[in-house]
C-alpha cells in the first residue's frame, strides 16, 4: 500500500500521514512509496484508527498481528525509508559487489591487497583487518568493489554488515589452516544474507597446503565446489605470489553475469554506511556504499540518527575528490553532523532541513527505546532481588573511543557480553560511551562520575585537554591497537573484582615447575623460590597468568624430604596448601602479610 492509498483508507491527507512518519516513526516517504503491513497499522493506530478483522486492507498479506524484533528490523520503522521499487526500464549494469570473508589469518587482505597491488596488511595492527574496508578493482576493463571485514571473533556484526551488502562472497581458506570457527561464522553469515558463495583456497604455495583437505570440510558444511559435483565456484590460490588471481577475478565476473546486477542511476542515492570515523580538518567521514541513485556534492542527505550536506566526495584511495558516485561505488561522505552507524542507510534528503528533523525524530526514538529496556531490565533486577537467591552483581564501567565507528561497536559489544560468576557474585561490564573520535574532556568527564570508571582508547589518541584532566581526575586511560588485548585485559580486571587481591605486604614468591602426588597428602606444588621468603603458614595466593586462582595458608612445606619453617630465594621445596590442589607448572605461589 502507497502512502496516499494509507491516507485516504484512514481518512488523513498524504502530508499528515508524511509528517507523522517522519516525526513519529522515523520513517522518510513520499507520497508514491509503498508501506509494509506494521508500518501502515502503525500509521493507523497513531491516528486513533482500530486495526482488526480478518477482511481488514492491512492484514491482506499477514496470518496475525505479532511482529517479532527480526520482523520489524525488516519494516519501513527498522530500515528508516519507505519501500520504493525502481522501473526495470531505468535499471542500468553496475559494478557488483564483493565482501571477502574469512578465518583471521587466512589472507583475506592480503588477498585484497594482491589484486589492489598494495601493501595494507603490514600497516594494521597485528597483521589482522579490525575494520571493514571498501575498494574498487579493474578487471578486463569491468569495474569490481571489493568489501574487506574482520576475522576476529569480536567482529562478527561487522561481518554480517559486509555480507547483507554484497552481490558476491569470497570465503578465504587457508590451504594449510582448513576450516576454523570464523570460517563457519562467515559461511552462516552467507547463507543468512542469501548470498552466493565464491571459494579461494588461499596458501597453495606453501609446504603443508592440502586443498583436497580444505573441500572435503566445506562439504561437511553443505559447501560443494564445482569439483565435488556442487555448484560452488571456487578458485586454488596464492595472494602472496598472485597465483591464479585471473581464475578468481574471471569467476567473480562470471558469478555477477548469473546475477544480472543492475540498478537505477538516475534517481536520488540511497546506500549503505559501510565505516564512519572523525579526521581531523574534515569532520565526520563515512565510507559508504551507493546501493541505487547518485550522490552529488552539495546533496543534503539523513544516514541513521545523523544527518548532513554533502561537502565533498573522497574516493578510496583518500586523494581524489568526485562530484557524484553512481550505484556499486564505495565513497567517502564528508559534511555529517553526527556520527552515524556502521549499517545505517544514507538517503538523499529533499533538503537540509527535512534531513536534519528526521535525524532528530530517530534520536528521539532510539532515546526512547533506550529508556523503555532499561526500565524493564530494572524492573526483572528488583523483582529477582525481591524473590531471593539473587548474586550481587558488581559492575565495571567503561568508556570505549575508537578510530572507527564498527570498531567501537564491535568492542563495545564484546566487553558487554562478558560476564564472570562465581557462587556469591557476578561481574558485567557497563559501556557508558562507545563512539569513533580522540577521547575527549567530555569523555573524562563521564568516566569520572563514575568511580573505577577506564576509557579504553582503541587505534586513537588523547587530546591534550582531556589527558590533563584524566590526571586530575585520576581516570586511567588505556591505549590498544589489537581488539582482544583490550578484552584480555578487561576479563583481568573483572578476575580481580570477582576474587580481589586481598591487602597486604607482599613477601616472596615461588614458580611451580612439577606437580607431585603424595599418597595421603595429595598434591603438592614442586617449586623454586623467585625471590623474598616463603613461611609455613604464611597466607598465600595462587596466580595463573593474570588470574588469581585461589587465596589460601600454607599447609606443609619440604625442602627435599624435611619439613621446614621457610625457604628463600634459590631454594627447591614442595609446597602444600589448605583446599587447594589443582596446580599446574608455571603457577605462582605469592605470599603476603596481611596489613
Known sequence: MTVGELAEAIGETPVSVIKYLMTDLGVMAAVSQSLDVPTCEAVAEGFGKVVAGEDDEFDEDEDDDEHSDEDWEDTAMGIGIAMDEDDPEDLKPRPPVVTIMGHVDHGKTSLLDAI??????????????????????????????????????????????????????????????????QTVDSIACARQAGVPLIVAVNKIDLEAADPNRVLADLASYEVLTEDLGGDVLCSQISAKEGTNLDDLLGKIMLQAEVLDIKANPDRDAQGVVIEARVEKGLGTVATTLIQKGTIRVGDSFVAGKASGKVRALVGFD???????????????????????????????AEDEQTARELALSRE????????????????????????????????????????VQGAAEALARSLSELK??????????????????????????????????????FNIGANAAAMDDARVLEVPIEYYSVVYDAIESVECRMQEILSPTPEGEYVGSAIVQEVFNIGGTGNIAGSKCRDGIIKKGS?????????????????????????????????????????????????????????
Do not use: W
Not at 382 to 392: D, H, L, P, R, S
Open 318 to 348: 583518500g586523494k581524489t575528490r568526485y562530484k557524484e558516485a553512481g550505484p556499486g561505488t564505495p565513497i567517502n561522505v564528508v559534511g555529517i553532523t553526527g556520527v552515524p552507524e556502521a549499517g545505517d542507510l544514507l538517503t538523499v
Open 364 to 403: 528521539k526514538i532510539a532515546r526512547e527505546r533506550k529508556a523503555s529496556r532499561y526500565q524493564s531490565g530494572l524492573m526483572q533486577s528488583v523483582a529477582g532481588i525481591f524473590a531471593g537467591g539473587q548474586k550481587e552483581r558488581r559492575e565495571i564501567c567503561v568508556v570505549v573511543k575508537a578510530d
Open 420 to 457: 564472570l560468576e562465581n557462587e556469591e557474585a557476578e561481574v558485567v561490564i557497563k559501556v557508558l560511551i562507545s563512539e569513533a573520535g580522540d577521547v575527549t574532556k567530555s569523555d573524562i568527564a563521564v568516566a569520572s562520575v563514575t568511580p573505577d570508571t577506564t576509557v579504553i582508547a
Open 539 to 595: 597466607n598465600v595466593r595462587v596466580l595463573r597468568g593474570d588470574k588469581i586462582l585461589t587465596e589460601s595458608k600454607v599447609r606443609t612445606l619440604r625442602n627435599f624430604k624435611a619439613e621446614v619453617d621457610s625457604i628463600s630465594t634459590g631454594d627447591e621445596c614442595g609446597i602444600g596448601l589448605l583446599e587447594f590442589e589443582e596446580f599446574q607448572a608455571g603457577d605462582v605461589i605469592e605470599s603476603y602479610v596481611l596489613k
Open 116 to 181: 589492489r597491488n598494495t601493501r595494507v596488511t603490514a600497516g594494521e595492527a597485528g597483521g589482522i583487518t579490525q575494520a571493514i574496508s571498501a575498494y574498487q578493482a579493474e578487471h578486463e576493463g569491468n569495474l569490481i568493489t571489493f568489501i574487506d571485514t574482520p576475522g576476529h571473533a569480536a567482529f562478527t556484526d561487522m561481518r554480517e554488515r559486509g555480507a547483507n551488502t554484497a552481490d558476491v562472497i569470497i570465503l578465504v581458506v587457508a590451504a594449510d589452516d582448513s576450516i576454523k570457527e
